[in-house]
């Protein structure tokens, strides 16, 4: 933005009141009986019962994504995908989102009415209703989404501390195809080289999918802790590691590996481990007694995924990656911050 | 941001762990006994009861302010106090808050420190406690800031759609300050012209306190419908009237006049009005029966203000300015989208 732009009320807003008006009607009204005021006041009102679990997160055009390769409505899909993520992290129940959208002169109404499909689409698909927003200008395109999750009682979410010694770890659905699709998307030379595989690593990147029914289901089936795979795996898993006061061990080889790693690691010269350690994957890790795993295995699979048995919790701290030859690995996650 | 900077995972999250760690610190634990997680898992964790408000709002560099007059306290603290302004507006007591800060490369860890100290400050002041944040690298300075207040019922809660005809327009404190404080900040060649008064209207601009004991005191009174002016007070005056279904008309020479508006007004050559309308005062404009306009406003007096009668409403819609003389204005606060 300009400096020489004059800081105008009406800069502060960024929609005509057709464009505001549209969106709203595009979230609709929720049917959800909790809530009782949507968009369209001061705030919006819920009756939310229970306990609830808060998070928040943005996405940035430059930092997280570029628009470059990254269309509004994925932007969308993402920046809430993620935000339910966390819910999923803590076995709550989707229930309410809220977005502010910091709009770059560059997206045109279109583009914000693609952007706030693809926001609206995940939720509703999720179980979550967007009650309230805020559009502004920004000087790149920046989605932030406070998500609220629901439980009957506190004791049923399951945060990063209750992981024990004896534990079993374990992830859900399959690693690497994010970070494989990141690696694509910066580089379309590489996509030639990949061929048919690389779309569905693109997807990953683009839209993900939160684990929302596998949250709860491995909350009820007695997981001791619970985070999802953003920052990499061994990035959350030191998480994990660090919040129980436990050391964890992974087997890489026992590491579901997703659809396109392989072929993006060969045609790219890139370790299969950074892949699988990339993040963004958004499945979910957890740690569970070892009594609860066939029960947590029966459930996750009624949501559609598969959970995997990939390491161990032990007493101690950090995280170790071991391959099959006993080999130790850095982390992975790229997330120096962990190392 | 640079297209050639890969996406790294290291450049989603934008401080190292002694930074998070710092804020973490700095947030502290909450002394209200339903908050059960707060900053450093998945999510945060409380048990809400009754009636909840929640509202999200953004300030970005450039856009809402400027870097170069604002200092990142004064970002953190107008941040924190817009975004309660809007649980006044509702008649909602503060509880949480959950902070995104996009962090441009110009920001330091003081920086980042400066602005936490604002935020949190003015959160704490109001009775709400920081639960959860997001830090990420962003190319303009922004902050993002979900508000959630309560009520014991939703029924204690006031939108902006109850007025009547009859009732009686009010406004708390006085209005025209911030306005004034901009056209100071944006034109250090009028300050020199304005002298002492000029102090005055700039902290109104960079350091606004939200109304927060005085919304719920106003619904608690009887306000059929209440916002805050934050777009300025003929573009909010229309959004009460639109949502309500009624005629506003405003008495301009009742309006209060706050520190600094005659001086800017006078130094500056702009319309008094102008300033007036021009929105960022965060006071609250609520309609009243008639009968219930003197308990409120000692009740109102009571939290430290003054609440003043400005106008009527009436049966029709939109809003009408009058002067003194008779004579009519366009509406002010700039908002081309309630013209």
Known sequence: LNEAVPLEPEMRRAGEFDLIAELRRMAGPSADARHLVGIGDDAAVTLPGGATATSIDALVDGVHFRSAWCPPRAVGHKAMATALSDLAAMGAEPGEAYVWLGRP??????????????????????????????????????????????????????????????????????????????ALLEDPGLAGRVGEAADAAVARQLEPEPRSLAGPALARAGASALIDVSDGLGADAAQLAAASGVEITIELERVPVGPGVAEVAAAGSIERVELLGGGEDYELLCALPPAAVEAARAAVRQTGTELTEIGAVGAGSGVVIRDAEGGSYPLGGHDHRAR
């Open 105 to 182: 002169h560059g997206l045109d109404d279109a583009g914000c009415l693609e952007l706030a499909e693809g926001l609206i689409d995940v939720a509703r698909r999720h179980g979550a209703a967007l009650l309230g927003g805020d559009l502004t200008m920004a000087p790149a395109l920046s989605v932030c989404v406070t998500a609220v999750g629901h439980a009957a009682r506190a004791e049923d979410l399951v945060g990063r501390a209750g992981a024990g010694a004896g534990d079993v770890l374990c992830v859900t659905g399959e690693l690497g195809s994010a970070a494989a699709g990141l």
